[in-house]
């Protein structure tokens, strides 16, 4: 680690804690393809997963650990011998690497929870802490609940981890308890009463159940920590985590008040949340940084601001988070070489030849229908496409009956496992048809959990994206899609989503898939 005392180090947990958000569950190659972004971003640490917790997240996190050229791939652990293993055989094949491994340390955890007094909490820290340095000498301790924890007890016990050989000390806001003011005090304790705090980095993990997961980060940062846990787009359990791009954004923007530095290209941050995007649900409108209208303004005295000198209603430019000034470059005269430009300005510089030519010719089925072609249009098109690869059922056409009156019908055909079949249904709307037709062609029992339309751009001709979610058995995916025909938009989401499902039950149940692929269901 740098010796620079104002280098703030950025642990994205985005795939292990914001992967525990109800369906944002992300497959190997989704995570592959994150932390390649990230790697190339600059974090320096990336929480890869939880190893212990599936096959899926050992594979993740083994994964992840072969390919990073400059971030450190870390594990979660529970204080268990087992974990620790586990997190050791994840990740030593990366060159350097972090155990994460944490114990809860606030009286009501202790006793709700562990059911174990202060005193073998404390024992448990030694040997835990002590265990996980013999795999690396990068270990990191948290003590969960910590900002509901005894300060005494705290500082005992982060001197305790500190002497059994953790380098880093997170303290988390696990419930999004604190505050601003209340964060700092313990921060600020921990380095005046922690007689070897000096021989480790604090780190902050902040929860947003208050809405103030950023705010106390960026409080425990003033007062001395050094590394900030968060996620892109701030997903995660319940209201999710403090968001990476915002604390970046925030310590760029503000540098008088915060003289700090990360590593962070900020240019890559836009980047970031669509892939992270695209892998779990969309992101909000009005989220601050790279949110659809975190650049946009429609006001009238904001729009006359902003002619006159963009400092008016600009804290930053978008193309400081990678965002483009312009949005309307393309049109149906634009070529194949100028497309393959811009496919690179969106960041999918690694897209092969073949989705290349198939997202082309799409464009230029759009440029005949739209007015507008914007950069968001062409991101949807690429999306779609790259989805649809690995897809086993696809839609081959669709026709909807809706208005008033008459019962609403759809007529589809799909293509399942390479076998073509159609189906007509009524249902109580549209939507509710097309579900039905697929259901009827792909015989399957998942509960419909979310069902979420937006526009990509503007304008009555705009694209639709749609996401869905469904769940099985306790296992959740998110499909999305879109398309300037909401419907189709609708079934191409829902397929995708089921898609991801098959593909789920393959790697939990393959036999069982196997004989499903044989019959065609």
Avoid at 2 to 8: I, M, P, R, W
Avoid at 221 to 244: H, K, M, Y
Wanted: proline share 3%; charged share 25%.
């Amino acid at each position: 680690m740098s010796k620079d005392k104002n280098k703030v180090y950025i642990f994205d947990t985005t795939m292990r804690d914001g992967e525990q958000s109800p369906g944002a569950s992300m497959s190997i190659e989704e995570k592959i393809q994150i932390a390649r972004v990230f790697d190339e971003m600059g974090v320096d640490i990336i929480e890869a997963g939880f190893p212990i917790a599936s096959p899926g997240d050992f594979e993740a996190v083994k994964a992840i650990s072969k390919i990073l050229k400059n971030s450190i791939p870390a594990g979660l652990s529970r204080h268990s011998k087992k974990d620790i293993d586990a997190c050791y055989e994840a990740l030593k094949d990366a060159p350097r690497f972090r155990i994460h491994t944490f114990i809860s340390t606030s009286a009501l955890h202790m006793k709700h929870k562990l059911n174990k007094s202060p005193e073998q909490v404390y024992e448990s820290i030694k040997e835990h802490v002590t265990y996980a340095r013999k795999f690396t000498d990068d270990v990191e301790w948290s003590c969960e609940d910590g900002t509901r924890t005894d300060m005494d007890y705290m500082c005992k016990t982060v001197e305790l981890a500190i002497s059994s050989g953790a380098r880093t000390i997170n303290i988390p806001d696990t419930v999004g308890y604190t505050v601003p003011s209340e964060f700092t005090k313990i921060i600020s304790t921990l380095k005046n009463k922690v007689p070897n705090i000096d021989k480790a980095i604090l780190s902050v993990h902040c929860h947003n159940d208050l809405g103030l997961a950023v705010a106390n980060s960026l409080a425990g940062v003033t007062a001395g920590a050094r590394q900030v846990e968060c996620t892109i787009n701030g997903i995660g359990e319940r209201a999710g985590n403090a968001s990476l791009e915002e604390i970046v954004m925030a310590i760029k923007t503000r540098n008088d008040l915060m003289p700090y530095k990360t590593g962070i290209n900020t240019t890559l941050l836009s980047k970031a949340s669509k892939v992270v995007s695209n892998a779990t649900f969309p992101v909000q409108f009005n989220k601050a940084i790279v949110g659809k209208n975190a650049f946009a303004h429609e006001a009238g005295i904001h729009q006359d601001g902003m002619l006159k000198n963009r400092n008016t209603y600009e804290i930053m430019t978008p193309e400081s988070v990678g965002v483009k000034k312009t949005s309307l470059v393309m049109g149906k005269h634009s070529g194949r070489h100028a497309f393959k430009e811009k496919l690179n300005d969106l960041g999918y510089a690694n897209v092969t030849d073949d989705v290349i030519q198939t997202v082309f010719g799409k464009f230029k089925i759009l440029a005949d229908k739209k007015k507008h072609v914007y950069d968001d249009d062409i991101a949807a098109l690429v999306d779609d496409s790259l989805i649809k690869d690995k897809n086993v059922i696809n839609l081959k056409s669709l026709k909807v009956f809706a208005g008033t009156g008459e019962p609403q019908r759809a007529d589809m055909t799909l293509e399942v496992y390479g076998e073509i079949k159609k189906a007509s249904e009524n249902g109580d709307g549209p939507v509710d048809a097309i579900f039905k037709c697929i259901k009827k062609l792909y015989p399957h029992d998942v509960k419909l959990q979310l069902y979420q339309v937006h526009a990509v751009t503007e304008g009555t001709d705009a694209q639709a994206t749609v996401s869905v979610r469904i769940e099985e058995k306790g296992k959740t995916t998110v499909g999305q899609a879109a398309d300037t025909d909401t419907l189709v938009a609708s079934a191409n989401a829902y397929l995708n989503a089921l898609n991801k499902m098959i593909i789920k039950r393959n790697k939990t149940a393959p036999e069982e898939y196997e004989q499903q692929k044989m019959k065609g269901i």
